[in-house]
């Protein structure tokens, strides 16, 4: 009945948007799945109440990539949209060229750095200025289970490794895939990075991907995550003789929700859609931290900015900004999104209606940069090029397990050089 009643008012915000808005905004972002549309409808309504129309430039694929494309080819062509998502370092690369709106006046009067952490803070940072708001905190290191499969063959939540292989091997042998894992790049990648963080911490985690140190891709840390990959891989098919299968994320969501896969290590995201699918937390799927990372937090931040243009949109723009930072709408949007708010000044009502994992995710985050490692593959950690580069690789690597390990980690080493020098930063 609830939410009938709210399709209803949600269709009836969207149907009144033309006549009842008095401006609109142009937004462009990567959210296209079940959950994302969910949670962008949210947006949407918040926004309506406010008079303000969100007129939808979606780019589908996972990760952003085709959205990133699209917005160089629309600023390119003088169509930049009033807000985009962007994440990461890249905001600063952006703002770096002049184009992106300072949001000063909107951070100052409301107070959004004393309620953000410092890493967020940062992140929104460009030259002393803020040019970005800060919408969820995604984890990535989480391992998603189906309960109804783990009940059924008598099998514990995996805590170790241990755990998790006898789960993968008796899920197998129940002709159940084990690791629900694409073969695309992205995905490969989030899975490789999460791999480099159980094996080495987040000290190491940022030599290898903030610092770019090329020496720490000989180290055996590295090499011990490479063949945590190639093992990964042998529980990603049941039978032998299967080739890597290329599918989106919302796919393998599917087919782990239809309990043809026992096991999914993904950014909660993937909680986002098994929600909206109507999968219910503890009674058809679980989530938990994959083994050995449980202190440890891998984070993706989603952010906005506005291109300021010529300044005609500032004041919609700054409202904007400030719905999206501001508690009722960190707290409605997250919890569909699968993310937590970025704010540190929940309440205690507030942090007790998070779900286990999203009440794990908050706190682990919010004990500081120690147990932080920022993600490569979701834009918080590098550049587009390394990044890309890396990526890349990484699949490489996956798809062909003739390549050896040591020459592997040679071949990544030398690239990290060249890149490096490429870039002017010496190693
Ligand atoms: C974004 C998430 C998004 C996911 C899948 C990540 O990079 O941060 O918001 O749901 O990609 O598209």
């Not at 589908?60 to 085709?66: D, L, T, V």
């Amino acid at each position: 009945m609830f939410e009938y009643k709210a399709k209803i008012s949600v269709l009836g915000l969207l149907f009144c948007a033309n006549a009842c808005a008095s401006e609109s905004v142009d937004v462009l972002h990567w959210w296209t799945s079940a959950s994302e549309r969910g949670a962008t409808r949210f947006l949407q309504s918040k926004l309506l109440e406010e008079k303000i129309e969100w007129r939808d430039a979606a780019i589908p694929g996972g990760g952003g990539i085709g959205a990133m494309r699209v917005l160089k080819s629309r600023v390119l062509a003088g169509k930049q949209p009033a807000v985009a998502q962007l994440i990461g370092p890249a905001i600063a690369e952006w703002a770096d060229l002049g184009l992106i709106l300072e949001l000063d006046q909107v951070a100052k009067t409301h107070g959004w750095h004393k309620s953000l952490s410092p890493t967020v803070s940062n992140l929104l940072m460009h030259r002393e200025h803020t040019v970005a708001a800060p919408l969820g905190l995604h984890r990535i290191n989480n391992l998603y289970y189906n309960v109804r499969l783990f009940r059924q063959l008598g099998l514990p939540e995996p805590r170790s490794m241990d755990d998790f292989k006898r789960a993968a091997l008796r899920l197998a042998a129940a002709n159940i895939i084990p690791l629900g894992q694409s073969s695309e790049a992205w995905q490969v990648a989030t899975l490789f990075e999460t791999l480099v963080l159980m094996e080495g911490g987040p000290t190491f985690y940022r030599d290898v991907f903030v610092e770019r140190s090329a020496t720490a891709y000989l180290d055996a840390r590295f090499a011990r995550a490479l063949n945590r990959l190639r093992q990964m891989r042998t529980y990603t098919h049941v039978g032998a003789g299967k080739l890597p299968r290329e599918q989106s994320w919302t796919d393998v969501a599917q087919q782990f929700a239809a309990g043809q896969i026992g096991m999914v290590i993904m950014g909660d995201w993937f909680k986002g859609e098994l929600l909206s699918m109507g999968q219910k937390l503890d009674t058809d799927f679980a989530c938990t931290t994959v083994p050995n990372t449980q202190q440890y937090h891998l984070y993706s931040i989603d952010s906005f900015v506005m291109f300021s243009g010529d300044y005609s949109q500032q004041t919609v723009q700054e409202k904007v900004a400030q719905l999206m930072v501001s508690m009722p709408v960190q707290q409605g949007y997250n919890r569909i999104k699968g993310s937590v708010p970025v704010r540190r000044d929940l309440d205690p009502k507030a942090i007790a209606a998070l779900d286990r994992c999203a009440a794990s995710s908050w706190q682990t985050f919010n004990r500081g940069k120690v147990v932080q490692a920022p993600s490569l593959v979701h834009r918080m950690a590098t550049d587009e090029k390394f990044k890309d580069a890396i990526v890349a690789q990484i699949q490489k690597f996956y798809l062909d397990d003739r390549i050896s390990v040591a020459d592997y980690q040679q071949r990544m080493s030398a690239m990290v050089r060249a890149l490096n020098i490429q870039e002017g930063n010496m190693e």
